[in-house]
């Protein structure tokens, strides 16, 4: 164990300066398993400690239970009812759970004592730990403090901003995927009424990739898979992906599918440790030796999947390892595909993925000899420029061997919020399809407006070039979450008014428009009593099953409001005669899901359904029939060019990452257990013989700078150096910390997601300004195909 004694004080551009901790973090060795004893005594710890022992009791023994709520953290699906464990959750469950059911309360006297300045220069930790927002407040126009606003004043301001507005099109409306259902479907009908399709979700910085490719090839934009699938896979492939971290509950699916006899290949820069072993708490073996998960893990370079993919598939078409029959009643394109594998680069496949071909064989190999695989997919492949060509060779792969609509096969893109997939079913979406706007249009009588609205870099733009004059958020931490903080920030200063619907203080509310609103909403695992009778909701987790969910605790104060009661008298307060019977979806959530019934596709009768124990499964004609929704009316295979990301001398290739300590912009501590990494975030991981050839030393502190085509430097200052096992040439820091460095303008193809995972960056001795000398970065750095569209624009 190594400690760092420096304090690092002054010399920050904008950076909160109690962001910088590195001085106090501790770096030891990586762990080898998941989950085990540790993981239960800190779910308990952080429960008990912020909730208090009978608060923690209450409320963890209805989480993801039938008549209980539904988890706040990931999307990963609960068992069927009936299959259900006593404590059917995961260390970082709980700790979702523990953050927002928090004793700790934040009221007017805070604000008072806290100027907006004051709390502009604290770390999302700091103001996260403030505790539980309790009643609305506002920052009045030149103001330095928030003040109390009754709701109905806080209503009226919006109004008045909203019907000010040359047009609708000036406002956006922006959802973190924690919304219900009910409370979505409510959401896009208010902007829809006003006359406006801006509505960017965080949706757009995640699967919106997955979304693209899906769409483009199977027809629909949701995995093809349920978690009986899962546990009947013979191979399940975990690419881009942290499970251990950020779905743990997938390690038992996984445990499962071993027990049955499945393997595992993951694909992966970092070893992460939760694809080594699982120590599942629920058994005895669990809490002893546990079960080793992956069989094969390849330590891919950042970006190297599309290659990887299209290698693989070039394999199983050299060799006819081949669903023929398949390939000939429900595709199209397979001609063009194998001309187009036939003429496959291996150099250029060895540069990207930074694998050899003998590793890459090995893999292939086994997914030949699989007659059921599954590959599961998040962020490390959804974040990259090309990361729709990406997801459309995992589905070229999967075609080629007919892993669509049979038993233990499938794509599974491993949604993050745990309800965003059904906020995009409800309508939650820039670019709805036609056919949902005319079912709005038959059911209320007013015309929606048809034009494609803003996604979430889109509504920067259209805010920095004051196009978007108010923001309003469902949810979220859009200044945290978003990318090239610099701009971003800059972009909601600009706004008129922004308004955010949140349960806890974070960055967006302290980087605000001329006006600022924050209104605070009761969370999932508190009683609903609006309209004088308990209310429910519902949600749908990233397999695509619906169901209840109804919280237990008592409302953290009187003056909270359901997100729905929050929507639905907003919209009273700002429309006239609007054909929507606000009052009565607000007094009765049934007639909203009555709404839901006749609107949504695949939800007829959905009241009564979401009443069955465990709810029901939204239909996907895949999975369900090999029925594909595409122009042809097959699954589409599609040929990607092969471009190897070039990164110059002495560059890196970035990834943002989350530790195991955090929600996204939600940081819940400060230990990153399953690294080695205590204390602290500004860390960097680099590569050991990269720390050496740069002539750093572990410990050392480095400005990170990003390097893009339009010739901005982006700065994040101050990051330790961790040596960290992954391919030379990649490195990796922690969201949100990171994301100053990541260019507004570097977003995926089609998808337009932020590229979060493939930054260039060059690593500076700390306040030293100057690049690095160069080194070459062995075979990863020294890649020889055609230069991409990242090539930074400053080389030295
Ligand atoms: N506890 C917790 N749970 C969460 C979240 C959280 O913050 N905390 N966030 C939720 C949300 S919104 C989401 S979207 C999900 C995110 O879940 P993940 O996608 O697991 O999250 P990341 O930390 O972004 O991890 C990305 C993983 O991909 C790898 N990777 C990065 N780049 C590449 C690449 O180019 N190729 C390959 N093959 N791998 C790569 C990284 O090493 C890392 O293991 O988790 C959800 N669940
Ligand atoms: N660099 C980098 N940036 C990323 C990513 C990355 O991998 N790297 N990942 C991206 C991804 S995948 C995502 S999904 C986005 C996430 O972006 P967001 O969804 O916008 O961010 P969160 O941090 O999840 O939002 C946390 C806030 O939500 C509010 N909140 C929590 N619960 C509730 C609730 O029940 N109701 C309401 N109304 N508010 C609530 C709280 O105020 C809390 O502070 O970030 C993206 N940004
Ligand atoms: S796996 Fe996800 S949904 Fe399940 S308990 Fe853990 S955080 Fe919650
Ligand atoms: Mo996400």
Redesign the pocket.
């Known amino acids: 164990m190594t400690r760092l004694t420096k304090k690092v004080t002054d010399r920050l551009r904008g950076v909160p300066e109690h962001d910088i901790d590195e001085a106090d973090i501790e770096v030891e060795s990586t762990a080898h398993a998941a989950a085990g004893a540790t993981a239960v005594a800190v779910a308990m710890r952080r429960a008990v400690g912020q909730m208090g022992v009978r608060r923690a009791a209450s409320t963890l023994t209805r989480l993801n239970q039938v008549d209980g709520f539904d988890c706040q953290?990931?999307?990963w699906p609960d068992p069927d009812a009936g299959h259900r464990h006593v404590a059917e959750f995961c260390e970082?469950g709980a700790?979702?759970v523990a953050e927002e059911a928090t004793r700790q309360l934040l009221d007017r006297e805070f604000f008072a004592v806290h100027s907006v300045q004051d709390l502009a220069g604290r770390t999302e930790f700091w103001l996260g730990k403030q505790g539980r927002l309790t009643e609305p407040m506002v920052l009045r126009p030149g103001a330095t403090h928030y003040t109390p606003i009754s709701w109905d004043d806080a209503f009226a301001t919006i109004a008045g901003h909203l019907r000010g507005l040359d047009h609708p099109d000036q406002a956006t409306f922006y959802t973190s995927?924690k919304t219900s259902n009910e409370a979505a479907f409510v959401y896009q009908l208010f902007a829809r009424s006003l006359g406006t399709n801006n509505l960017p979700d965080?949706s757009n910085m995640?699967?919106e990739s997955s979304g693209s490719a899906l769409v483009e090839t199977i027809g629909i934009g949701k995995g093809s898979v349920t978690l009986e699938d899962i546990h009947q896979a013979k191979l399940l492939l975990v690419?881009?992906?942290?499970?251990g971290?950020?779905?743990?509950r997938m390690l038992s699916a996984l445990e499962e599918a071993k027990s049955r006899g499945a393997k595992i290949i993951a694909?992966?820069?970092?070893q992460?440790a939760g694809l080594v072993r699982f120590k599942n708490p629920q058994n005895a073996k669990g809490l002893t030796v546990g079960t080793a998960l992956a069989d094969l893990h390849l330590p891919?370079?950042?970006?190297?999947?599309l290659a990887f993919f299209q290698a693989v598939g070039s394999l199983l078409v050299e060799w006819d390892a081949l669903d023929h029959d398949f390939l000939d009643q429900y595709t199209t394109g397979f001609d063009a595909y194998v001309d187009h594998v036939a003429d496959l680069d291996w150099i250029k496949v060895e540069a990207s993925t930074g694998l050899t071909r003998a590793q890459i064989t090995e893999a292939a190999r086994m997914i030949a000899e699989s007659p059921a695989t599954i590959t599961c997919w998040?962020?490390?492949?959804t974040?990259?420029h090309n990361a729709v060509g990406t997801i459309k060779e995992i589905v070229n792969v999967a075609l080629l061997q007919g892993n669509i609509g049979k038993p233990g096969a499938g794509v599974c893109p491993?949604?993050?919020?745990s309800n965003?997939q059904g906020d995009r079913t409800m309508g939650i979406w820039e670019r709805v399809p036609d056919h949902f706007l005319d079912k709005v249009r038959d059911e209320f009588g007013f015309e929606p407006p048809r034009e494609h609205g803003l996604d979430t870099v889109a509504s920067i733009e259209a805010l920095r070039d004051g196009k978007t004059r108010v923001f309003f958020a469902m949810g979220g931490n859009f200044v945290g979450a978003a990318p090239d903080t610099e701009a971003t920030e800059a972009a909601m200063r600009n706004a008129a008014l922004t308004v955010h619907v949140s349960t806890k203080l974070n960055r967006s509310h302290v980087v605000h428009g001329g006006e600022a609103l924050i209104l605070p909403p009761l969370g999932r695992s508190e009683k609903d009593l609006t309209g004088g009778r308990p209310q429910r909701v519902t949600v749908e987790d990233s397999m695509s099953a619906v169901h209840a969910s109804q919280g237990p605790l008592d409302p953290p104060s009187e003056h909270v409001r359901s997100e729905v009661d929050i929507i639905c008298s907003l919209a009273l307060a700002t429309l006239d005669d609007s054909p929507v019977p606000w009052a009565a979806f607000r007094d009765d959530y049934t007639e909203i899901r009555r709404r839901i019934a006749r609107v949504v596709p695949g939800c007829a009768s959905y009241d009564e359904k979401v009443d069955e124990p465990g709810g029901f499964v939204l239909p996907h004609p895949p999975r369900d029939n090999r029925v594909f929704d595409t122009p042809s009316g097959r699954a589409v295979l599609t040929t990607t060019p092969l471009e190897v990301l070039e990164v110059p001398k002495g560059r890196f290739l970035l990834?943002?990452?989350?530790s195991?300590d955090?929600?996204?912009t939600t940081i819940y501590g400060l230990d990153d257990r399953y690294r080695g990494v205590s204390g602290g975030r500004r860390v960097v991981f680099v590569n050991p013989d990269d720390l050496r050839e740069l002539g750093f030393a572990e410990g050392d502190v480095v400005d990170l700078v990003s390097e893009w085509r339009d010739g901005v430097e982006r700065t994040a200052p101050s990051f330790r150096v961790v040596p960290y096992d992954q391919p030379r040439g990649c490195v990796?820091a922690y969201?949100p910390e990171a994301n100053a460095l990541v260019p507004l303008g570097s977003t995926a193809e089609k998808s337009n997601t932020p590229v979060?995972?493939?930054v260039v960056v060059r690593l500076d001795r700390e306040g030293r300004g100057g690049a690095t000398d160069g080194g070459s970065h062995g075979s990863a750095g020294q890649s020889t195909g055609s230069h991409r569209v990242d090539e930074p624009h400053h080389l030295s």
């Open positions: 953290g990931c999307a970082n700790k979702a995927g965080c995640c699967h690419v881009g992906q942290n499970p971290t950020n779905h743990p694909i992966n820069p970092l992460e891919i370079r950042l970006n190297g999947d998040a962020m490390g492949i974040q990259h491993v949604r993050g919020h965003v990834q943002t990452m989350r195991h955090q929600f996204n990796a969201y979060y995972k493939s």
